[in-house]
Nanobody, 114 residues
């Protein structure tokens, strides 16, 4: 079956760093526009970053300069490197295949707290 599986979330102190991974299985992710979203309790899910098949990236203003999205086609994996984390980055983070049929991962929790 086709799946996206996120990993790498956890508890980190403000100013710390974390790298999230999104492993695709059952399909080859390289041709598709892949994204990271996040959702905090009581807030709508928001687009954090995206990367095209050509490696062109885009970011939400709130994470520009701090987060980097990348992909390793040999590993069929998309990454989100998160630096200088803030408490407001606390959320469930989801990976998504944007091209139809769309596909969501199960999410991984990121908590930024001292």
């Amino acid at each position: 079956q086709v799946q996206l599986v996120e990993s790498g979330g956890g508890l980190v102190q403000p100013g710390g760093s974390l790298r999230l991974s999104c492993a695709a299985s059952g399909f080859i992710a390289s041709p598709y526009y892949m994204t990271w979203y996040r959702q905090a309790p009581g807030k709508e899910r928001e687009l954090v970053a995206g990367i095209t098949s050509a490696g062109i990236t885009n970011y939400a203003d709130s994470v520009k300069g701090r987060f980097t999205i990348s992909r390793d086609n040999a590993k069929n994996t998309v990454y989100l490197q998160m630096n200088n984390l803030r408490p407001e980055d606390t959320a469930e983070y989801y990976c998504k295949k944007e091209d139809w049929p769309t596909l969501w991962g199960q999410g991984t929790q990121v908590t930024v707290s001292s």
